[in-house]
């Protein structure tokens, strides 16, 4: 479990922390997620990879935890990279960058920025992220064509 715990736990709570913008949430919640896995563990069918099944059941304790207590508003910023870069003019470059970035990444809806954030930052499958998701692998991969090109379109003024 401690394996499979450190395999996951930075990723997940990346992901959920961007779903709530709580890091004490999203810790709260990973936390859930990981003894549900523990304890569920023999309810796993295998029909999708272990990484999947975390990411969804955490994706349900953060949904859950939601509802009862009516919060319902998501934040779905980019994790900030720590730039060990040639030197300040770089810093500053790449920090002005990420901001662009993060600005346009704001404009998108939270289906386009989880759909990006789970293909880009998670290396997850059309085929997962339908999966944590709960939609079909068609309109993940239609989400993920127009985030990709609504966020061309404004970094590159086209």
Known sequence: MRDLYDRHHDGLFAFIRGRCGDEALAADVV??????????????????SVRTWIFSIARNRLTDRFRKSARLTYVDAPIEQVDDGPGPEAAAMASHEAGRLRTCLDKLSEAHRTALRLAFYEDFTYEQIGEVEGVATGPIKTRIHHAKKLLLRCLGGR
Do not use: I
């Not at 990981?34 to 309810?43: F, N, P, S």
């Open 31 to 48: 936390q859930d997620a990981m003894l549900e896995v523990w304890r569920g563990a023999g309810r796993f069918a295998g029909g999708s």
